[in-house]
């Protein structure tokens, strides 16, 4: 099936997604299943009941959503804030929040790397937020298969996890640090009486977003920020906090931001160009510069000088011309 605008901007509206970052063919079979599953016999069916069941809507959202994530996934983001949560935060509890959090592996590496650490149990405190209600209730349950452990540091696995029938159950006083709610990360009242996070993570998820979404969604992030506090990001989101004028925290390899700061004077915006005037377009150009011509005349090279012979002279027989750069008699002459 092709994919309605309506569709489009549906889920743009609803969680900020850029259909083009996930891929058109991800979206028409989400929308496909969703078909199959409420019987809708055409496309404009299943349109009039979105518009009516708020119920189908989440579950278009949960079809959608892309959930590919697993324990220690770019671990140097989590023994950044180990050491962080030692060092800088030592005294108050910390309070950390990983969003989008999946089904749980983010925050729960979290707990992981500050229980390692030394730091005690009732010293930090984790929300986790996510949008599917099927992710958080996978997280609650905390039974991970094989495919949530990768990479070759599998150490944390024998201490913190116990071998059940379904894979590994995760030991309940790393369970017992993470409170888990379902939340959307473009809701104006999300946190709302919360206390500002000393660390934030939301890693990999800004990249789907449109350039409107991403500013949103950044500007959420920085109002849930403590002033002294520090927003993880993916590696391929770095350029996104940059151009919002985050500041980059110059921790190798753990892509960490502090928020702005609020006496630095706003970037100054370049005017708009005013529309060219040369086509009907109602595009807005840029004056370019006016082409050089080059010239149809090209200078002449001056002739260059032969030699020229002024006297035959014979070599084992061959005559030989003796030549001479000197120039030519004149005729006159």
């Known amino acids: 099936m092709t994919v309605s605008r309506y569709f489009i901007d549906f ?40 518009q009516t069941d708020a119920g189908e809507r989440q579950a ?12 220690f996934r770019d671990r140097e983001a989590f023994h950044t804030a180990a050491r962080l949560a030692r060092q800088q935060f030592a005294g ?62 599998l150490d944390f696995r024998a201490r913190h996890f116990t071998a059940v029938a379904g894979g590994q159950r995760l030991n309940d006083p790393v369970r017992a640090r993470v409170r888990f709610r379902q939340g959307n990360l473009f809701d104006p009242a999300l946190l709302a009486g919360e206390a500002p996070y000393d660390l934030v993570f939301c890693r990999n998820v800004l990249i789907y977003f ?42 190798p390899l753990a892509f ?11 970037p100054r915006r370049m005017p708009r160009p005013a529309p060219c005037g040369r086509c009907a377009c109602r595009q807005q150009h840029r004056r370019r510069p006016p082409r050089r011509r ?9 002739p260059r000088r032969r030699p020229w012979p002024t006297a035959w002279t014979t070599h084992d027989g061959w005559p030989m011309a003796v030549t001479s750069t000197r120039p030519r008699p004149s005729a006159n002459a």
Request: aromatic share 6%; hydrophobic share 45%; net charge negative.
């Open 60 to 71: 278009l959202i949960e079809a959608v959503v892309v959930g590919e994530t697993w324990f």
């Open 11 to 50: 889920l743009n509206a609803e969680i900020g997604l850029d259909v083009d970052s996930i891929g058109i063919m991800h979206v028409e079979r989400a929308i496909d299943e969703r078909l199959r599953a409420t019987r809708s016999p055409h496309a404009a069916a299943y349109q009039a009941l979105l």
């Open 210 to 251: 449109d350039r409107d979404a991403q500013q949103r969604a950044i500007s959420t992030l920085c109002a849930r920020l403590a002033p002294h506090g520090l927003l993880f990001v993916g590696p391929a989101e770095s350029g996104l906090l940059v151009r919002a004028q985050l500041r980059p925290a110059g921790i």
């Open 294 to 302: 080059a010239s149809r005349l090209r200078r002449r090279r001056p």
């Open 92 to 153: 108050s509890p910390l309070r950390l929040l990983s969003l989008p959090c999946s089904t749980g592996e983010e925050p729960y590496s979290l707990a992981m790397a500050l229980l390692d650490a030394g730091m005690p149990p009732d010293s930090f405190h984790i929300d986790a937020i996510d949008i599917s209600a099927e992710a958080i209730a996978a997280a609650g349950r905390g039974i991970y298969g094989s495919n949530a452990f990768r990479g070759r540091q």
């Open 256 to 266: 960490a931001f502090h928020p702005p700061a609020t006496d630095e004077p706003a």
